[in-house]
C-alpha cells in the first residue's frame, strides 16, 4: 500500500493501490475500484469530508498533516477490505448456498474485526521495526552522547532497513501486481491533472512515479526524523546530563513522531508547489528513486481500473464516463 497525498488545490486527488485495484480520494469522495476475478470491475464510492474542513480550526500546519495521516490510514484499510471481499466474492457465492444468513453476517462481523486487529498488529509491528530497532541497534555502537552521529546511525539503520523490506517485498508476485496497480494509479493522476483524455492510450504516456507520492512522505520523514531526534536528544543531554537509555529514548521519540510526520507533510506540501524548480526536484529526488522499486509499469486493463477509481472520486467526470 502506498498513498498519493492531496496537496494539488485544482485537481486535489490521491490514492493507494490496493489487492488487484486501486482507490482515490478527491476532496469530496473516496472511491474504490477492483477486478473482480470474473473480469469486472467492481467499484463502490461514498462521500467523505476530511475532519480540518469540518472543523476549521484543526486546519494548522502539522496538525493537519498528522490528523490527515491518520485519515489515510483509516480510509486505506477500508478500501484495503473491500478490494480483499471482492477478490474473495467468487469463493464466498459458492460458500453462500451452503452457509445461512445469520452465520454470513457473523462472518462478516469476524471479518471487520480481524481488519482492526490486522491494522493494528501491523502498526505495533511498524514501529517495533523502524523505530525500536533502529535506536536498539546504534546503542550498540557506543555513540549515545553525540545526539548527532546516534540519529544519523540511526537514521542510516532505519533507511537500510526500509529499503531491504521494500525490496523483499518486490521479489512476491501478489506484491508486483500491487506495485503495477500503483504504477496506474500514478500515471491516471498525472493525465487527470494535464487534462488529458481519461483514456489508456492518452495514459500511457506518463511515467509510474509521482512527486507527491506517500514514498516520498515516508523517505521525508526518515530524514527530518534525523534532525528533530537530533535536536531533542541534544536537549535531554544538555538538562539531565546522562544520555537516555534504549527504552527512554525510544519512549520519547514516539512520542515526537507527530511532529515529525506533520512537519514532513508540511514539506511534501511545500516541495509539491515548487516542483519545478531545483530545490522542489532535490527534496523530492530520493522519493521518486525509491518508487522504482514501489511502482511498475501496468497493464491496459489495470489501467482501466485506475481510471474507474478516479471518475467514481471526482463527480464532474461521471458525465464523461457515460458519454
Same mark, same amino acid.
Given at each position: 500500500m502506498c498513498v498519493c497525498l492531496l496537496n494539488n488545490p485544482d485537481k486535489n486527488v490521491g490514492g493507494q493501490a490496493v489487492i488487484e485495484g486501486v482507490m482515490i480520494r478527491s476532496s469530496t469522495k473516496v472511491a474504490t475500484a477492483v477486478r473482480h476475478p470474473d473480469g469486472q470491475i467492481v467499484s463502490t464510492d461514498r462521500e467523505f469530508l476530511p475532519i480540518v474542513k469540518r472543523i476549521k480550526w484543526l486546519n494548522i500546519p502539522i496538525a493537519r498533516g498528522v490528523i490527515g495521516l491518520f485519515e489515510m490510514l483509516y480510509i486505506g484499510s477500508k478500501s484495503l477490505n473491500f478490494s480483499a471481499e471482492v477478490a474473495m466474492e467468487a469463493e464466498e457465492e459458492k460458500k453462500a448456498k451452503e452457509s445461512p444468513e445469520k452465520e454470513r453476517k457473523a462472518k462478516k462481523k469476524q471479518s471487520d474485526l480481524m481488519l482492526a486487529l490486522t491494522t493494528l498488529i501491523a502498526l505495533g509491528f511498524g514501529i517495533l521495526l523502524f523505530f525500536f530497532v533502529p535506536i536498539w541497534l546504534s546503542n550498540l555502537f557506543g555513540v549515545n552522547r553525540n545526539a548527532i552521529a546516534f540519529n544519523f546511525l540511526a537514521g542510516g539503520f532505519r533507511m537500510t532497513i526500509f529499503l531491504g523490506y521494500l525490496f523483499f517485498l518486490s521479489r512476491f508476485k501478489d506484491f508486483q501486481r500491487i506495485f503495477q496497480y500503483h504504477g496506474a494509479e500514478?500515471?491516471?493522476?498525472?493525465?487527470?491533472?494535464?487534462?488529458? =483524455?481519461?483514456? #489508456?492510450?492518452? %495514459? /500511457?504516456?506518463? =511515467?509510474?512515479?509521482? =512527486? /507527491?507520492?506517500?514514498?516520498?512522505?515516508? %523517505?521525508? #520523514?526518515?530524514?527530518?526524523?534525523?534532525?528533530?531526534?537530533?535536536?531533542?536528544?541534544?536537549?535531554?543531554l544538555l538538562v539531565v546530563k546522562t544520555p537516555p537509555g534504549v527504552l527512554r529514548r525510544f519512549g520519547y521519540h514516539l512520542l515526537l513522531l507527530p511532529l515529525v510526520a506533520g512537519g514532513s507533510y508540511e514539506v511534501l506540501k511545500w516541495s509539491a508547489k515548487l516542483k519545478d524548480s531545483t530545490l522542489g526536484k532535490i527534496i523530492i529526488a530520493p522519493g521518486i528513486w525509491l518508487q522504482k522499486i514501489t511502482t511498475q509499469p501496468p497493464s491496459d486493463d489495470q489501467i482501466e481500473v485506475a481510471v474507474s477509481a478516479l471518475k467514481g472520486a471526482v463527480p464532474q467526470l461521471a458525465p464523461a464516463a457515460a458519454s
Open positions: 500514478h500515471m491516471t493522476i498525472y493525465a487527470y491533472e494535464a487534462g488529458d =483524455p481519461l483514456e #489508456v492510450s492518452a %495514459i /500511457r504516456k506518463y =511515467p509510474t512515479m509521482h =512527486p /507527491r507520492c506517500g514514498t516520498s512522505f515516508l %523517505i521525508l #520523514v526518515a530524514l527530518l526524523a534525523i534532525l528533530i531526534y537530533s535536536v531533542s536528544d541534544a536537549i535531554y
